[in-house]
């Protein structure tokens, strides 16, 4: 079955930059949208961060553009999240989202996106 792991959150100090995996099982990362989405505590779930299946196209949410970059590797059926120039208000829950083949999607909402990771925490203080 669809199964998404994240891994790579942590403590790091505002400028600095960690690196999140998602490692997926039960399907090829290159036949779905992979989404990352963030929570943090007392706000709404928001999409950080797509990679479009069929053209590996990315999208970023307006305040991670430049400082946020998502890839994919297909021989190690994982995707990543590259974060540099962390902020303190980039403190979240990070989870790792996809899709049924047969159902609407939409990102950022993440409306569709039915399958999730258990999330990994980052946080960014001084």
């Known amino acids: 079955q669809v199964q998404l792991v994240e891994s790579g959150g942590g403590l790091v100090q505002p400028g600095g930059s960690l690196r999140l995996s998602c490692a997926a099982s039960?399907?090829?990362?290159?036949?779905?949208?992979i989404g990352w989405f963030r929570q943090a505590p007392g706000k709404e779930r928001e999409g950080v961060s797509c990679?479009?299946?069929?053209?590996?196209?990315?999208f970023y949410v307006a305040s991670v553009k430049g400082r946020f970059t998502i890839s994919r590797d297909n021989a190690k059926n994982m995707v990543h999240l590259q974060m540099d120039n962390l902020k303190p208000e980039d403190t979240a829950v990070y989870y790792c989202?996809?899709?049924?083949?047969?159902?609407?999607?939409?990102?950022?909402?993440?409306?569709?996106?039915?399958?999730w990771g258990r999330g990994t925490q980052v946080t960014v203080s001084s």
């Open positions: 039960g399907f090829s990362v290159d036949s779905r949208d």
């Open positions: 990679i479009r299946s069929f053209d590996s196209r990315t």
């Open positions: 989202a996809t899709h049924d083949t047969d159902t609407l999607y939409e990102w950022p909402s993440g409306v569709g996106y039915n399958y």
